[in-house]
């Protein structure tokens, strides 16, 4: 691979050439950072170490913790299950990203969209799908063979559906780039199909694979929505947090929750670290763009395999819109619109959906552009190695934090007035921050690893051209990133539009977003328009990632030089 | 409608600025944990009262309002809070976050709805009781009687047919754990709840949920409190609303103004409205026993006898008893599994 030939020697990026720029840039992103996240994180956790009048008490909180009775089996039964649930969506996961990265089967465009579907949808439809389906009502509850969707069924199965789409998008980014001539060289050695899979695709979504499945497993391990709802009495540690800061107002023990949750998010990072110091640039800048061959077999199976996957996505989802149809489920099955007529009776419904597109909106704005900065940071190891390192184990705190802890975080961080950013409180745009900050883990690692992947004769080959800062950012990174940029906006978007765990903290009458309505609908048992008010949601994320996949095809489009000439 | 939409866009990216206290007009925020319609009401109620007071209202569950207030505690956002459970709001004053004030009219409401204390911290705006939710559809499918007591309850013919929410994370959970230990007495109590685990297939977290999954058909039994079930009778679920004969565990939901309020006096004003007969008026088309005892409305679908119906409870012995009661409870079934169904 040439790209090793440039991975020893000190980094030269055309345009952070100064000293000083190469501190000040990854020190700023490390102070961004640290407030929008790191901080508000801080704040609540701390407490971990306090009594209720704030006194330092050491490790008495994580002592008395431990003699809870029925943590042990909380704590095996959050590390199995995220477990199973891991290799489940990985194993979902790589064949399907596999299948519209590097195949010609047809309707890859298609598939990539249904499997971002479970992102797009509030939380709600899945579980209402999952209950209609599998529940103790459910038209296919026979498939479970006598088990009950209440407990460890109900929790993979709803977090393989909630993880798979995460996993698809990492595991498809990785392995949408490479390097053509690798399997010309490979067919020319006389390697079969099979062992051209397993000697160069498999090693070099090394990295992908291995983020994807961390970044799955603590997704599972710290999510409180699915076992709240599908759990039943199966007790898991995500759930114990809320009883002890919402159900008993301990937010001391709350907090030796949130700390014991962030352990599976300190091994991925090391397990990440180690992966990273291993990975090379996939892509130089005499690579040949990957042109999957037509195999008439291989891509008929995995067409009949991504056609199951896509069928139980849409069974899960449809069937919760169908739900929002009818007029009260299970018992007066009469299809109509009443529940959509009744919802659009109200103006406040109307407000909390313009709030979500403007929470939206910033979030895909900022959120891209600090995810992309970090990401070339630690991608191109910009600055004092220790700072990049740090920068890097700060990006996937997030990641493992419950949204319950960032928004309480949020609060305890924002509200004093002491701190200087308090005017922020009650405005739209602490709800983008603290969204940003919610769903940051993933597009930084998208940024790594898509800058991992061009090597850096391109920093070089802009910076043999003299271009200035702005001219090699306009003509040569823009470019090169923009489908990667636009996936990541477009993930910051959907994730804005259905998020509430860490909003319900943050909200005002003025910044109420269509997510929290939903929950009010909910609790006021109002379920038919919950469920449309949430398949409302979601249609407006299908049109943004309608947006984004068009965008990102006419960027491909136009871009003439990622095919391969003649 | 389409130009509310555009206008609401436009608020939401204007709001991003903080926004500017309006000369003209005052602003009061309240945090709300009544349900949603008559929150909406007594608001609206207010505003016609008050028309220079603009009212940002902030809907959510009781404990996350709470556990909000106590958050905010270095900078309180809410001016008052409009309705939560007396249980949760002792929580926060035990923190020293609520003021002290006597409405208005806080002697014409009736003696129960009322604090007590000299310097009253809440006063109540109406109360809820825990009772059944049974599925009638169901139930006949698999041949189940009604339960007619709590006592019956233990019966193993119910076994996974019962869901209930945890006192661990919901208050309405436990007004039924408080109710079975004001009728059964301590040991008693924990014996029928010792049964009653038996037949419980799921511990939850929200107090409405138990009715939820019992209207669409999850379960036949939900212990909660009678609203949801209520709803759902009007949605068209076939659900009928059992009091049990012992009694019903009950709370009150209550108002109190936040210490530190922003908008003080205009805090005051509300409470003052809140301690109305008018407003009490407007509560009793949602609930039926409201702040005074003499206003006699009952809700469509709501059973008759709640009021009849309410144990006589030692409401400081319970708060009291609030975490030595969850300590036990988690104690006998947070540990283990329950049977499945």
């Known amino acids: 691979m040439s790209g090793a030939t440039v991975a020893a020697g000190p980094t030269r990026v055309p345009f952070i050439s100064g000293r000083g720029t190469r501190i000040l840039l990854p020190l700023l992103l490390v102070a961004v950072l640290s407030a929008a996240a790191i901080l508000p994180i801080a704040a609540l956790l701390v407490r971990a170490f306090l009594d209720r009048d704030g006194r330092f008490v050491g490790l008495a909180n994580f002592v008395r913790y431990a003699t809870e009775p029925g943590l042990a089996v909380a704590a095996w039964n959050s590390l199995t299950l995220s477990a199973l649930a891991t290799l489940l969506t990985i194993g979902l996961a790589y064949p399907f990203a596999y299948a519209i990265t590097r195949t010609r089967m047809p309707g890859r465009g298609m598939f990539r969209l249904i499997a971002l579907l479970p992102l797009l949808a509030p939380s709600l439809l899945p579980a209402f799908g999952l209950v209609y389906l599998f529940g103790n009502q459910g038209w296919l509850r026979g498939w479970l063979m006598g088990e009950s969707l209440y407990g460890p069924v109900g929790i993979v199965l709803a977090s393989v559906f909630y993880a798979f789409p995460h996993a698809v998008l990492i595991l498809s980014a990785g392995l949408a780039a490479g390097d053509q001539r690798i399997y010309e060289a490979a067919r020319a050695l006389r390697a079969g199909p099979w062992r051209r899979f397993v000697t160069v695709t498999l090693p070099s979504s090394r990295y992908a694979l291995i983020s994807a499945a961390s970044i799955v497993y603590v997704l599972v391990f710290t999510d409180f929505g699915i076992p709240s709802v599908v759990g039943g009495s199966t007790n898991v540690l995500a759930t114990d947090i809320y009883k002890l800061v919402i159900g008993r107002f301990d937010f001391e023990m709350g907090a030796v929750v949130g700390v014991l949750l962030l352990a599976p998010a300190v091994a991925a990072y090391l397990v990440d670290w180690l992966a990273r110091r291993s990975q090379r640039a996939m892509i130089s800048g005499r690579s040949v763009p990957i042109a999957p061959e037509r195999m008439p077999g291989r891509d008929l199976a995995l067409f009949g395999f991504c056609l199951l996957v896509a069928a139980a996505v849409i069974g899960i989802i449809g069937m919760a819109v169908y739900g929002s149809l009818v007029r009260f489920w299970p018992y007066n099955l009469n299809l109509g619109l009443h529940n959509y007529a009744r919802l659009l009776e109200d103006d406040d419904e109307f407000r909390a959906i313009g709030n979500s597109l403007a929470l939206a909106a910033g979030t895909a704005a900022l959120g891209t552009l600090l995810a992309m900065l970090s990401g070339w940071i630690v991608a191109r190891r910009i600055g004092p190695a220790a700072l990049v390192q740090g920068l890097q184990g700060l990006a996937m705190v997030p990641v493992a934090v419950p949204g319950l802890v960032l928004g309480l975080g949020y609060v305890f961080f924002f509200n004093d007035p002491a701190n200087p950013l308090h005017a922020l409180q009650g405005t739209l745009a602490i709800l983008v921050l603290c969204t940003v900050a919610h769903f940051y883990t993933v597009p930084h690692l998208m940024a790594v690893g898509e800058l991992l992947r061009l090597d850096r004769e391109i920093d070089m080959a802009a910076q043999a051209l003299r271009a200035g800062p702005a001219s090699a950012g306009r003509r040569i990174f823009l470019p090169v990133l923009a489908p990667t940029l636009v996936d990541i906006a477009g993930y910051f978007f959907v994730n804005a539009m259905t998020t509430v765990s860490a909003l319900i903290f943050l909200f005002t009458a003025q910044t109420r977003v269509a997510a929290i309505a939903v929950i009010n609908l909910v609790e006021g048992s109002r379920i038919g328009q919950a469920a449309a008010f949430a398949t409302l949601i979601m249609a407006l994320s299908i049109g943004a990632a309608l947006i984004q996949i068009s965008l990102r095809a006419a960027i491909l489009r136009a871009q003439r030089w990622r095919r391969r000439e003649g | ?341």
Not at chain 2, 96 to 110: E, I, T
């Open chain 2, 1 to 341: 409608m389409f130009r509310t939409f555009i206008a609401a866009a436009v608020a939401g990216i204007a709001s991003f600025a903080p926004i500017a206290a309006d000369a003209q007009q005052r602003t009061l925020t309240v945090y709300s944990s009544l349900d949603e319609d008559q929150a909406k009401a007594l608001i609206k109620g207010f505003e016609a009262k008050h028309p220079q007071v603009k009212v940002n209202a902030i809907l959510g569950s009781t404990a996350p309002i709470i556990a909000r207030v106590i958050a905010e505690a270095a900078a309180p956002q809410a001016d008052i809070i409009m309705g939560n459970a007396v249980s949760a709001l002792m929580a926060a004053d035990a923190r020293g976050l609520l003021l002290a004030y006597k409405p208005a009219q806080y002697d014409k409401v009736s003696p129960v709805m009322r604090d007590g204390r000299a310097e009253p911290v809440w006063l109540g705006i109406d109360a809820w009781a825990s009772s059944i939710c049974f599925n009638t559809v169901e139930a006949a499918k698999k041949n189940i009687p009604a339960p007619k007591s709590w006592a019956d309850l233990a019966n193993p013919v119910y076994k996974g047919h019962i869901t209930m929410p945890s006192p661990l994370s919901s208050g309405t959970a436990l007004l039924a754990v408080n109710g079975w230990l004001t009728i059964f007495g301590e040991k008693g109590g924990w014996d029928f709840m010792d049964k009653l685990h038996e037949n419980v297939s799921k511990y939850g977290h929200s107090g409405s949920a138990p009715c939820r999954q019992a209207a669409a058909g999850e379960t036949i039994i939900g212990i909660s409190y009678a609203t949801p079930g209520v709803k759902a009778i009007n949605e068209g679920a076939p659900i009928q609303i059992i009091l049990p004969s012992e009694g019903l565990g009950w709370e009150i939901e209550a108002a109190a103004i936040v210490k530190g309020a922003k908008n003080l006096a205009d805090a005051k004003l509300m409470a003052d409205w809140i301690s109305s007969r008018e407003a009490a008026e407007i509560s009793a088309k949602y609930l039926p026993i409201s702040a005074y005892d003499d206003i006699q409305v009952l809700p469509k679908n709501y059973p008759a006898d709640e009021k009849a119906k309410l144990l006589k409870m030692d409401f400081a012995k319970l708060a009291a008893s609030r975490e030595a009661v969850m300590a036990e409870w988690q104690k006998r079934y947070g540990t283990k599994v329950p049977p499945k169904s």
